[in-house]
């Protein structure tokens, strides 16, 4: 079993930055691949940005690329980078794993197995 816990999200101006925190627990490999997916209400949740644990190879959206990073420390957390913040940023973000991945970051939602309750993000213009 495994749980995943975010944390950071908040309010920021456009062109602010933000760093989101997932917390994992439980039994998490280095087969495995976190993901990092948004949701505004109404719309289909976008996944922005992936990591494979063994590799730390990345992947990221277009609609994110150059302004989100994410990263890993050697424990229990996976990392969002978010710079330059635009208003079509705001979501509910959440971590998700998908174990294991195969070796392939995929950042849609289908072959994710677990899911964090999610944080807010709003960024304002």
């Known amino acids: 079993q495994v749980q995943l816990v975010e944390s950071g999200g908040g309010s920021v101006q456009a062109g602010g930055s933000l760093r989101l925190s997932c917390t994992h627990s439980?039994?998490?490999?280095?087969?495995?691949?976190m993901g990092w997916f948004r949701q505004v209400p109404g719309k289909e949740r976008e996944g922005v940005a992936g990591?494979?644990?063994?590799?730390?190879?990345t992947t990221y959206a277009d609609s994110v690329k150059g302004r989100f990073t994410v990263s890993r420390d050697n424990a229990e957390t996976v990392y969002l980078q978010m710079n330059d913040l635009k208003p079509e940023d705001t979501a509910m973000y959440s971590c998700?794993?998908?174990?294991?991945?195969?070796?392939?970051?995929?950042?849609?939602?289908?072959?994710?197995?677990?899911w964090g309750q999610g944080t807010q993000v709003t960024v304002s213009s």
């Open positions: 990591i494979h644990f063994g590799s730390n190879r």
């Open positions: 998700a794993l998908e174990n294991p991945c195969w070796g392939k970051i995929r950042l849609t939602t289908a072959e994710y197995n677990y």
């Open positions: 439980g039994d998490v490999y280095s087969s495995d691949c």
